[in-house]
Every structure is written in structure tokens, then in C-alpha cells.
């Protein structure tokens, strides 16, 4: 089942996935029609080599993880400085694998730890606020939205978490944390996507803030199951096969000598290289959840295209309507959203033919006021 709609809007209005199509010599098999916004550029500030962004509640700062060298920096539209802390180390303040960011509503920021299994809230000036340890049965758990008094995630059981599990679900548990006492209030685990589809495998799972959850499956579906259970798969119109660029292809494999620099590493073969430049991108990106926004809309950042411009779909979260699709400028690395102020992290180059030069890394901001998502 694919549910869509299509919108009326004084947003320009495109053969979103056709023109798409026509530009870079792909064809869309579902040749279908769907509304691109693209909302207004407003600012671009340029950070380090960062892995994560929050944008935390005065829709004014956005804070970045540097993956190297285990650091947040906080920043503002102009390109000030409002904090830059944090040190590779395992006592307060510092960080061993920061997997995710999350803003507070308080504007706090918060820095989830994986290999410390460690939750972190700190000022945006880098006065830390408070820290606990987050269950370490939960694999790389991430945010599933803002934090107040509680923090709630979501990750992948453990192997071992798993087994004990009966009935076994999808693998994904959800919990809610205390930040005053560090205590688990609450826990609940992904049911079981019992439906058809061409996928035999669930990439991410979360819950829908109206109840049930939402797991995203291969080729653009989404399974929506809703409290009671019934679930409907819904594929995104904008989705189609498309092979990695090339770019797109030495970005991996320079991920994966990261990779294989690592104590007890995995060596690159050139045959996963080939397998991967051979094989259709996923439709979202990895390690990105979904995002709901303060009306309800399920926000999923996607491979599509992912060069000179990046794409987010847009559903409704109750019963997955497809909105439409927010074309924004350049590789998206990441992205966050409150009010109307829509964050991307981004990697740019200087033009097509220079793939040996070090990318820029830059913060775009856009206004959402007047996009006409509804």
C-alpha cells in the first residue's frame, strides 16, 4: 500500500522526481509527480570536521560533534562562537564516541556516548549540567526528540538483550530516562513488522509520538504500525534506484580505511568497494533516525541525489501521508529542526572536477515560516 497526497501551496511546485531524473540520467520507475520545497537560505557557517548537530531551543545556536578530536562547538548563524568543549577521555566533560546530539528545551545540549555508555547535558558554553550511564544492554542509543526533565532513546538490543526477549520483536527498544536520578522510567520494544514487503530486513526503528512505531525498511518503505498493531507500508513517491556517484563511492572508502586503521579493524577489499558502487543507495541515511516536528510531521533524511543538493521527505505521522520532499543545498551530513529554523550539516566542494581537495564543512541555515508544508 502507498499512501501520498499532494498539496495545494503557494510554494513552487515541481516534477520533482522527473526533473530530478532528467538532470542526472537516472529514470524513475514509478514516474510519479510530488511537491519539492525549497525553503530560504538565510545562512551558512562554515565548522570543522563534525559528525552531529543539535539545534538547541533559541532556534540560534546549533552545535556540532568534531569527530577527531572528541569536541563539541556551538555556533551561531554569524559564525560566533558560543562554546567549544570537551577532550577525548573517560571522566566528566569528556568523550570517548559521541554517536548523537540532541537539544534540550531548556537550551541545554546533550551528548550521548556510546562506547561510555554515558548521557551528557551541557550548557552550550560547555558547563556540564549532568551525566549518567544509559543501559549498556542498548546499542549506540540516539535521542528520539527533545529533552525536559526526561531523555527519551532508542537503540538496538544487544545480542545477548535479545535472546532473552519473548515474543522476540524487531531488536529496538525505546526508554525514557529520569535526568535527575539517571533512573529508566519506562521501556517499551519495537513490535514485530508482520507484513509483506520485498524487504526481509529493518534498517531503523522509533516510536511515533501518537502511538505505535515507525521502521524503515529497503527501497523507500516505511512500515507505520499503530498502537493496536495494524501496520501499513508506505513507499515514498520520490524514491527510485540509484547507484552511488563516484564522489559518493571514494567517500566510503575512505570511511572504510578509517575503519580498517582501527585496532582489530575490518581490511577494505576492493570487492565490497565494487559490490557498494554496483548496488542502489538506501533510501535514508544511515545512523540519521527519523524526526517528528511540533505539528506531528515525520521528517527522513535521504541519499537521494546527496551532492550539489540532499533531500528530506516529509510524512504525516499518523498513517504516513507523503507531504512532500525539502530540497536543501549540498551533501547533508546531518540535521535538526525547531520552530522555523531548519539546520543541515553539510560537506561542500569546490566544484565537479576537484574530488581530491578537502571538503568544507558548513552549518546552512533555513527559515521554514513561509514553505507551506501542511
Not at 572528541?70 to 559521541?98: A, H, L, N, W, Y
Amino acid at each position: 500500500m502507498t499512501a501520498w497526497k499532494r498539496l495545494d501551496s503557494t510554494s513552487q511546485v515541481t516534477w520533482g522526481l522527473l526533473a530530478f531524473a532528467v538532470a542526472t540520467g537516472c529514470s524513475d520507475p514509478q514516474a510519479s509527480t510530488y511537491h519539492v520545497f525549497e525553503p530560504v537560505l538565510v545562512a551558512t557557517t562554515r565548522v570543522e570536521f563534525s559528525g552531529n548537530i543539535a539545534l538547541l531551543a533559541d532556534e540560534r545556536t546549533a552545535c556540532v560533534s568534531e569527530f577527531y578530536e572528541k569536541r563539541i562547538r556551538c555556533v551561531d548563524p554569524d559564525g560566533s562562537i558560543v562554546g567549544v568543549f570537551g577532550r577525548e577521555g573517560e571522566g566528566p566533560g569528556e568523550f570517548t564516541g559521541v554517536s548523537s546530539l540532541v537539544g534540550g528545551m531548556d537550551g541545554t545540549v546533550g551528548v550521548v556516548d556510546y562506547r561510555a555508555d554515558r548521557f551528557s547535558v551541557f550548557e552550550p558554553t560547555g558547563a556540564l549540567v549532568t551525566a549518567f550511564q544509559i543501559p549498556g544492554a542498548v546499542l549506540i542509543p540516539k535521542p528520539t526528540g527533545r529533552f525536559g526533565g526526561t531523555v527519551s532513546m532508542v537503540g538496538t538490543l544487544s545480542s545477548a538483550a535479545r535472546e532473552t526477549r519473548q515474543p522476540a520483536g524487531s531488536g529496538y527498544i525505546a526508554f525514557e530516562i529520569d535526568l535527575a536520578s539517571g533512573e529508566v522510567l519506562n521501556e517499551e520494544e519495537s513490535p514485530p513488522a508482520n507484513v509483506e514487503t520485498e524487504c526481509e530486513q529493518v534498517y531503523e526503528g522509533f516510536p511515533n509520538p501518537i502511538g505505535g512505531w515507525v521502521l524503515i525498511a529497503c527501497r523507500g518503505l516505511l512500515i507505520f504500525v499503530s498502537a493496536d498493531g495494524e501496520a501499513t507500508v508506505v513507499r515514498s513517491p520520490a524514491y527510485f534506484d540509484e547507484l552511488p556517484s563516484e564522489r559518493e563511492v571514494a567517500r566510503w572508502a575512505e570511511e572504510l580505511g578509517v575503519l580498517a586503521r582501527r585496532p582489530r579493524g575490518p581490511a577494505v577489499r576492493p570487492e565490497r568497494l565494487e559490490a557498494y558502487r554496483n548496488s542502489p543507495k538506501f533510501y535514508h541515511m544511515a545512523g540519521q533516525t527519523g524526526l517528528f516536528d511540533a505539528t506531528g510531521r515525520l521528517w527522513i533524511a535521504t541519499q537521494r541525489d546527496h551532492n550539489e543538493f540532499s533531500y528530506l521527505d516529509v510524512f504525516s505521522a499518523r498513517g504516513g501521508a507523503f507531504i512532500g520532499s525539502v530540497k536543501v543545498r549540498d551533501h547533508m551530513k546531518g540535521f535538526d529542526l525547531v520552530g522555523s529554523t531548519l539546520v543541515v550539516l553539510v560537506e561542500r566542494v569546490a566544484g565537479p572536477d576537484d574530488s581530491g581537495v578537502v571538503p568544507d564543512n558548513a552549518i546552512n541555515w533555513y527559515e521554514l515560516g513561509e514553505l507551506g508544508l501542511h
